[in-house]
């Protein structure tokens, strides 16, 4: 399901740039990484599940303790395959840094690095230069293309297909209870998919985009 909000000319800007930036053929000197955040609600079993048997299905009890919540940095490189997505403790500006700056260390010959994000407040130059320093933050900064999404218009942002890929192929219905877990399978699935290369094919472009929104 799509929101989309009015689509005035804030909106049709930044929906052009990140639909042109996608449109680009794939250039490794010019990666385009799309990132967003997503809350993970751990929770324990309080009675062990009841594995199957023949003659009878597994089963789990609807009882569970909560054990509090956890964040996971979707990002990806939707043209190359290429996951780096990851669990933290929690979605704040110093988490945020130290993931982008483990992000732009895997790209040390790139021209400019494209990022699609939304407009949320830790994601800034700000963030960089407080974790690392004025001088370091600054050149990590100017390394980055931005590329926002426009006011609800995060559905133009691919890491969230790929946030879908992980709670479906990864979390899937399982209970997990702690964050060493969560930060295990997190790492476990994004091998499997890296192995593989799974791309992300993107089929909504600027001509489709000027069709169904007549503008």
């Known amino acids: ?48 599940p009841r594995p199957a048997a023949p003659g009878h299905i597994a089963k789990r009890d609807n009882e569970y303790k909560r054990c509090g919540t956890a964040n996971v940095f979707g990002v990806v490189e939707p043209q190359a395959g290429r996951h780096f997505t990851c669990a933290t403790a929690n979605r704040t500006a110093v988490e945020f840094a130290k993931m982008l700056g483990s992000v732009l260390d895997s790209y040390p010959s790139a021209r400019t690095i494209h990022v699609v994000w939304d407009n949320l407040n830790i994601h800034c130059r700000k963030s960089l230069t407080d974790y690392y320093g004025q001088d370091k933050g600054k050149q990590m900064w100017s390394r980055l293309t931005i590329h926002p999404t426009p006011k609800h218009g995060s559905w133009l942002n691919q890491a969230e297909i790929e946030l879908s890929l992980y709670s479906r192929q990864c979390l899937g219905t399982r209970r997990i209870p702690d964050l060493d877990m969560l930060q295990r399978e997190t790492r476990s699935w994004k091998d499997r998919v890296n192995r593989n290369q799974v791309t992300i094919n993107w089929k909504f472009d600027r001509k489709v985009a000027r069709k169904k929104f007549g503008y």
């Open 1 to 48: 399901m799509w929101c989309v909000a009015e689509l005035d000319e804030q909106y049709i800007e930044r929906m052009e740039d990140v639909l042109a930036v996608y449109e680009k053929p794939y250039d490794p000197a010019e990666p385009v990484i799309c990132l967003d955040e997503k809350p993970i609600s751990l929770h324990a079993e309080v009675r062990p």
